[in-house]
């Protein structure tokens, strides 16, 4: 099946510092989302990206869907304690065709006050 | 905020069990979604539902069933539970939107 490569797997950042995640594939994607998981909660969905290009933000969080199709990235600004949690990037590939997303393996961010 | 449900949240049972997971929403979303996800990895669809009715098999192979009876209500059971089943099952829906998917918070099942 389809493959999302997410990376880092695990990051330590400061309060205040800038993060930087991405979410890569061997195959084109026709929609890529954001999702971040609380411990003992199921996946929220942060941002939803359509088009190439797109470039779309959520107060701090701010996502793209990369030109090529093959991949995105999330940026959270000035990062706060509640920051941390599991970030999933999920995309319907193109040929999915059963309206169904893939999930990445998730970056785990801790944030240290 | 969104209303979908999961009970129990957590559950810990014998071996040989039978067991039902309950996933219900009110947004009235037509389609519906059954994750399975080992602690810090990814989610594996193993159902989904397009409606009342329809039924399918996800990506990854499992041998739960599902039913379709209401557009609210989606459970997953387990006739005969065994370790290699302890697992969080998360429950999913969406509207006409449907790669925007509203998720529940888990059942965390526990198989000795």
């Known amino acids: 099946g389809q493959q999302l490569n997410q990376s880092p797997q695990s990051m330590f950042i400061q309060e205040g510092e800038d993060v930087s995640m991405n979410c890569t594939s061997s195959?084109?994607?026709?929609?890529w989302l954001w999702y971040k998981q609380d411990p003992g909660e199921g996946p929220v969905l942060l941002i939803a990206l359509y088009k190439a290009g797109e470039l779309t933000s959520n107060g701090r969080l701010t996502a793209q869907f990369g030109i090529t199709r093959k991949d995105s990235f999330l940026n959270i600004s000035a990062s706060i304690p509640s920051d941390v949690g599991i970030y999933f990037c999920a995309g319907q590939p193109e040929s999915g065709g059963y309206q169904k997303v893939t999930f990445g393996i998730g970056t785990k961010l801790q944030v240290i006050p | 905020e969104a209303d979908i449900y999961q009970t129990p949240r957590y559950l810990v049972i014998g071996t040989g069990k039978k067991i039902t997971l309950e996933c219900s929403q009110t947004?009235?979303?037509?389609?519906m979604y059954w994750y399975q996800q080992d602690p810090g990895m990814e989610l594996h669809l193993i159902h989904y539902?397009?409606?009342?009715?329809?039924?399918e098999k996800g990506d990854l192979s499992s041998e739960s069933t599902v039913s379709r009876i209401r557009t609210e209500h989606f459970p997953l059971t387990l006739e005969s539970a065994r370790p290699s089943h302890t697992s969080q099952y998360l429950c999913?829906?969406?509207?006409?939107?449907?790669?925007?998917?509203?998720f529940g918070p888990g059942t965390r099942l526990l198989v000795l």
């Open positions: 947004m009235g979303h037509d389609k």
């Open positions: 999913a829906s969406s509207g006409l939107s449907w790669e925007t998917q509203y």
């Open positions: 539902s397009y409606g009342v009715n329809s039924t």
């Open positions: 195959s084109i994607f026709n929609t």
